[in-house]
């Protein structure tokens, strides 16, 4: 423990210290910052008024900065004008921020920013915005965006260390003109990493003498079991064996070939070496269609699992009596309310464990790894030509890219035990000895408290992108007992990491011509694919008479150009 926060500690003195030995050169070459950024971006970096590179406050005079954001609907008591963080951060920084903030759905939130963007009075920043990667290289290259690399690398030593630690980051989110021109959020845990995730009623399975399935067979045979052998004891056959929200095939499909979701859709294509393949046309493909139909037809997968949302899943896995058998899900907590975050034996939370990806009737076992790919990548934080001071922007945002600025922005005040504890506020501090994280390691930091009192923090990410890393989730202090954060840490490296395959098509940066022509396509072809799945396993089309006519429909809808457009702007960003 102690060496741990030694050798941390003495890293981030040399950091600083190297920042501030070149602090001085970095000022007089500060107007190179801005790159190619156009006469706006370049002559205003000589007007930065930050004081010395990792140094609080950012700037000796008050600055201000215009900051555009979208956001969901907030809590009814958060308000970012007299949020607790946003009053903590000006009096840190010296700067005031004036924002301007757009709250909707994604659609909503989409036009506000195309009408924005189409207005040209910019903003200093777009934040949360989910620039496009056809915008990012739009307003990039037309000077609208400026260019973050030489900014980055001279004033943001935690997007750098991101960058260091996490060289695909820096790859996903370099426009093919090699600049990056928006940064993204990324927010890792560990288990994070493999959302799909079969849990099994545990109890039940004791119950009827079933071990944990390890093929496909055993699978079924134990949703059968749990069918006829009524484990909730009220003599009725009102068991639901498998039941998921949504069409969540993966775990399922992962047994027969590569099945990702990206941006909670089946993206239905497979990076195979450096040809990308459209899984949806396989006849591996099929052959789990068929699987999932036989468990549907046979009662064994709950049909109506198709519709269901969330609060329907959890009403119907909560209920008396108990009936589901399993779930998929990223964690139980997707459908059973968790009563209490440390081992119970009494809390059905607690009953439902997981099972490692299956092996299928052609040997392949395995789970997506979904921790590679940015989803989004680089559109969450864009710096325009209208912005004075890039320097003192850039700044800013690196804050949120590190342990403290991602805590204090989610949790509230750093404070150094519960004595200082304010009522409502909150807070967290650093572990201590003897605290462990996730890992069974010794912990980094114990939060007091998550946003309970809505106006003291941003919230998860609502105002600006962050940073959060593997360690940096996992060493948040759990009870040493059984906490579900260790339960989800420990199933995920287990049983799920020896299997794990990643084969998902990395983001790509298009020109904006193609990029619609692929959108369109992508939209058209995942739309089709997902509706004859659902069609298939449910036995409304015939897998056996009409997948011929399925696979003309994916040609005429345009398969075929489809994955000519993808494979050819894969080589242009990856080879
Ligand atoms: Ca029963």
């Known amino acids: 423990?102690?060496?741990?926060?030694?050798?941390?500690?003495?890293?981030?003195?040399?950091?600083?210290?190297?920042?501030?030995?070149?602090?001085?050169?970095?000022?007089?070459?500060?107007?190179?910052?801005?790159?190619?950024?156009?006469?706006?971006?370049?002559?205003?970096?000589?007007?930065?008024?930050?004081?010395?590179?990792?140094?609080?406050?950012?700037?000796?005079?008050?600055?201000e900065l215009d900051i555009f954001f979208t956001r969901d609907t907030p809590p009814a008591n958060w308000d970012v004008e007299t949020n607790w963080f946003t009053e903590y951060y000006e009096e840190l920084t010296n700067i005031h921020v004036n924002f301007e903030m757009v709250v909707g759905d994604p659609a909503q939130r989409a036009q506000a920013v195309n009408l924005k963007l189409a207005s040209a009075q910019y903003p200093d920043i777009f934040?949360?915005?989910?620039?496009?990667?056809?915008?990012?290289?739009?307003?990039?290259?037309?000077?609208?965006?400026?260019?973050?690399?030489?900014?980055?690398?001279?004033?943001?030593?935690?997007?750098?260390?991101?960058?260091?630690?996490?060289?695909?980051?820096?790859?996903?989110?370099?426009?093919?003109?090699?600049?990056?021109?928006?940064?993204?959020?990324?927010?890792y845990f560990v288990h994070g990493t493999s959302p799909s995730k079969m849990w099994m009623n545990g109890k039940w399975l004791e119950q009827l003498d079933i071990e944990a399935p390890a093929t496909t067979e055993e699978f079924y045979d134990a949703l059968v079991a749990i069918r006829d052998g009524d484990p909730n004891g009220n003599g009725l056959k009102d068991e639901v064996p498998l039941v998921t929200q949504g069409l969540d095939i993966a775990f399922l499909m992962n047994s027969f070939v590569y099945f990702d979701m990206v941006n909670n859709r089946p993206s239905f294509t497979m990076l195979d070496g450096d040809e990308i393949k459209f899984v949806g046309a396989m006849d591996e493909y099929r052959e789990g269609l068929r699987y999932i139909a036989k468990l549907v037809n046979e009662g064994l997968y709950a049909a109506d699992s198709l519709t269901m949302d969330r609060n329907q899943r959890t009403a119907l896995a909560m209920g008396d009596?108990?009936?589901?058998?399993?779930?998929?899900?990223?964690?139980?907590?997707?459908?059973?309310?968790?009563?209490?975050?440390?081992?119970?034996?009494?809390?059905?939370f607690w009953e439902y464990q997981a099972i490692s990806p299956l092996e299928g009737p052609a040997g392949l076992r395995q789970a997506y790894y979904a921790g590679a790919a940015i989803l989004n990548g680089g559109s969450e934080f864009a710096i325009t030509s209208a912005c004075e001071d890039p320097v003192a922007a850039i700044r800013w945002i690196d804050y949120f890219y590190n342990l403290e600025g991602f805590n204090t922005a989610s949790y509230g005040p750093k404070i150094a035990d519960e004595a200082e504890l304010i009522e409502g506020i909150a807070g967290w501090r650093e572990a201590i000895d003897g605290e462990v994280g996730a890992d069974g390691n010794p912990a980094l930091f114990f939060p007091y408290g998550l946003n309970n009192e809505v106006?003291?923090?941003?919230?998860?990410?609502?105002?600006?992108?962050?940073?959060?890393?593997?360690?940096q989730h996992t060493g948040m202090a759990v009870p040493a007992d059984g906490h579900y954060e260790q339960m989800l840490y420990d199933v995920t490296v287990n049983d799920y990491w020896p299997y794990k395959a990643d084969k998902t098509v990395p983001p790509l940066y298009m020109d904006d011509q193609v990029s619609s022509e692929f959108a369109e396509l992508n939209a058209i072809l995942q739309d089709y694919a997902?509706?004859?799945?659902?069609q298939f396993i449910t036995g409304v089309r015939d897998l056996e008479t009409e997948w011929d006519a399925y696979l003309s429909e994916l040609n005429s809808l345009?398969?075929?150009?489809?994955?000519?457009?993808?494979?050819?702007?894969?080589?242009k960003n990856y080879k």
């Not at 106006?455 to 360690?471: D, M």
């Open 321 to 348: 009596p108990e009936v589901v058998g399993a779930g998929t899900a990223l964690w139980p907590g997707h459908f059973l309310t968790v009563d209490t975050p440390v081992y119970s034996e009494d809390s059905r």
């Open 1 to 63: 423990m102690k060496k741990r926060m030694l050798s941390f500690a003495s890293l981030l003195l040399c950091a600083l210290l190297a920042l501030s030995a070149c602090g001085q050169t970095q000022s007089s070459s500060s107007s190179a910052a801005g790159g190619n950024s156009g006469s706006a971006g370049a002559s205003s970096q000589a007007a930065s008024q930050s004081t010395a590179p990792g140094t609080f406050p950012i700037t000796a005079e008050k600055t």
């Open 127 to 187: 934040s949360k915005c989910m620039l496009s990667r056809s915008q990012q290289v739009m307003y990039g290259t037309n000077g609208v965006f400026i260019p973050l690399n030489d900014l980055i690398d001279q004033y943001a030593p935690n997007i750098k260390k991101m960058f260091d630690d996490n060289p695909h980051i820096r790859e996903q989110i370099t426009a093919p003109d090699g600049n990056i021109y928006g940064l993204p959020d990324v927010v």
């Open 558 to 571: 345009g398969l075929a150009r489809f994955m000519e457009v993808y494979q050819q702007e894969y080589e």
């Open 530 to 534: 997902t509706e004859a799945a659902a």
């Open 455 to 471: 106006n003291v923090g941003w919230q998860t990410g609502q105002v600006v992108p962050r940073y959060q890393s593997y360690a």
